[in-house]
């Protein structure tokens, strides 16, 4: 599991886990966890599932796998979150060993016939893992395959891979969020989130909606809803030979 993620009820997440272990070993099926959409985030990936038959648990329910969408527009995420049969994707995956490599070699032969090499007999060759193709397991396998399941469930689940996201998982004080160390000062200012490193002032006066977050060597300021661009500026910054 991911560590960059809230889970609220962790009750609900481990009954949920259970169910897709159970269902994972009575067929050769590779199971996912779908987590029910607090809000329409433009940022997430999202299971849609095959209804409206499932099978039920104590708080969970197993659904065929529909199709992925991968982080849609805003006004596809309203649509998304207003149905009733898509699912934030955890990206929490279970599965048997012996379900993996059969998948593995009817989706993504390439990868299988790679790993015989390396866990067949005779030394360990560090080197091929450089030679793999550069391709997640989502694209690589789950977008393709045709034995996958999702446990749907609703333990409060979200995912803080993003500074909006961070935000909106702090407390709100007066209407500014702040970490520990931030000392701040709000006037006429709302619904801003500050997170410093080394504590010093920050005064916000008259200012809405804003992230500002100082990591001591360098001061990011964004409007909130802005953070999935950062990955665009990174680029530029790569390509300009500045480090992030």
Known sequence: MAVDQIVEDVVK??????????????????????????YPSSGFGYIQIDSPSGTNGPTSTVY?????IEKPSPSIAMELFASQTCFWNAGVFIFTAATMQSTLRRFWPQLAGQ???????????????????????DRGVFEKADNLLCVACDPGWTDVGCWDDIAAAVDNVSGVSVNSLANVESVASENCFVQTTQGKKVILLGVNDLIVVDSGDGLLIL?????????QTAT????????E
């Not at 090499?117 to 397991?137: A, H, Q, R, V």
């Not at 409007?223 to 990955?231: D, M, R, T, V, Y």
């Open 223 to 231: 409007k909130k809803g802005e953070s999935q661009k950062l990955a």
């Open 115 to 137: 790993m015989d090499t390396y866990f067949g007999d005779g030394e360990k060759n560090p080197k091929l893992y450089s030679k793999c193709e550069s391709l997640s397991i």
């Open 236 to 243: 530029v910054q790569q390509s300009q030979g500045v480090d």
């Open 13 to 38: 997440l481990k009954d949920a886990i259970e169910i897709g272990v159970a269902a994972s070993q009575c067929e050769e099926k590779i199971v996912l966890l779908g987590a029910k959409p607090k």
């Open 64 to 68: 065929p796998v529909a199709r992925f």
